[in-house]
Each structure stands twice: as C-alpha cells, then as structure tokens.
C-alpha cells in the first residue's frame, strides 16, 4: 500500500523559504510522477509543481516558476519542494501526491494517492 507522509510545513515571514519532504512507501516508484498541490480556505486544490522520478524531469505552475524547486532523493524515497521568496499568497495546505504514470500532469484528478497535507502558513 502506497503511503505518503508530508513534514515540514509551519509559519515562515514573507521573503522566508521552506522545504517540505515527502515520504514514499508501499512501492517502487521509478515510474511514477510524484506532485505537490496546495489548497488554501475557500479555494479549490492547485497544482505547484510536479517530478517523473525516473530523470527527474520537472513541471512547474506559473504562479510558483522560479521560486519553488522540486527534487527527489533516490536513496531516501522522499521527494522535496523547496519554497523560497514565500508570499503571503502561498499560505495553504500543501499536499504531496504521486501518479502511477511517467506524463507530468498537474491536473488533481489524475493523481492515484495522495498524503495527509502540511499547513503553511506565510505572515506578511
């Protein structure tokens, strides 16, 4: 059973950085795409940025391009989201999510597991 756990989140100043770690379990994953989503109050889920874990391709969305990094440690079975330049607008549960499939997409509904999310939370 795939099982994914996020750590890391917390409360960072504006012009701040965190790193979200996400831990993966239950499968080998080389075939698969693994994302990161975030969903603030009264919002619906967004994409952020995804990686194929075999290469390490990336997709990132416009709104995050530049300022959050997404990597994956092979040894460890855990994929990262380095945010840096935080603003406000960044506050929201962040989600991890992997995709049995080696297409980066940043479409939700084609994601097959997801994790428990970690809340950010960016002061101005």
């Known amino acids: 059973q795939v099982q994914l756990v996020e750590s890391g989140g917390g409360l960072v100043q504006a012009g701040g950085s965190l790193r979200l770690s996400c831990a993966a379990s239950g499968r080998t994953f080389s075939s698969y795409v693994m994302g990161w989503f975030r969903q603030a109050p009264g919002k619906e889920r967004e994409f952020v940025g995804a990686?194929?874990?075999?290469?390490?391709?990336?997709k990132y969305a416009d709104s995050v391009k530049g300022r959050f990094t997404v990597s994956r440690d092979n040894a460890k079975n855990t994929v990262y989201l380095q945010m840096n330049s935080l603003k406000p607008e960044d506050t929201a549960v962040y989600y991890c999510?992997?995709?049995?499939?080696?297409?980066?997409?940043?479409?939700?509904?084609?994601?097959?597991?997801w994790g428990q999310g970690t809340q950010v939370t960016v002061s101005s």
């Open positions: 990686i194929r874990w075999s290469g390490g391709s990336t």
């Open positions: 999510a992997a995709r049995r499939s080696t297409l980066l997409i940043g479409e939700s509904r084609w994601y097959d597991y």
